[in-house]
């Protein structure tokens, strides 16, 4: 009968020690999340050539968004403003800054930095020099 109370104690301790050990759940995250890109922009202000852009519409905005692969640093893309949306896919190569857009049989790149919630981007466009400033959006 004594053996019976050590092992009917042995396996409750067992026991609760299982049940007391829940897998603790990793939350997985996508690589683009070091770098800032996720989210919403706004476009702030546009120069060509060094000279600023005043067409700049009100409401042109970029969200930029993760893809069903972590591993990689490519995501999906939204840009909408007056009279366009356009739906695509983007890719960062950080080595060299860049950021390549693909949509609607289009590809473009472009050099990318952000720095206190602000995303430049630079590029050319029929041969004159193109930078655009993006405000994130909280």
């Known amino acids: 009968m004594g053996h019976c ?3 009917l104690v042995l396996l409750l301790a067992i026991f609760i020690m299982f049940a007391g050990c829940e897998k603790d ?3 997985q995250t996508d690589n683009l999340d070091q770098f800032g890109i996720l989210g919403q922009w706004k476009l702030e202000t546009k120069s060509i050539n060094g000279i600023t ?13 993760t893809d069903s692969e ?8 939204m840009a909408t403003g007056e009279e366009y949306e356009t739906n695509g896919a983007f890719e960062l ?7 390549h857009f693909e949509f ?35």
């Open 93 to 99: 190569n950080t080595l060299n800054n860049l950021i």
């Open 70 to 77: 972590l591993n990689d640093l490519k995501g999906e893309f």
């Open 5 to 7: 109370k050590y092992l």
């Open 104 to 138: 609607d049989n289009t590809q473009k790149s472009y050099e990318f930095r952000i720095t206190d919630n602000l995303a430049t981007f630079t590029y050319f466009e029929i041969n004159q020099e193109v930078i655009e400033d993006w405000r994130k959006q909280e």
């Open 53 to 65: 852009d005043s067409s700049i519409q009100c409401c042109d905005y970029i969200d930029f968004k």
């Open 25 to 27: 759940e990793i939350e």
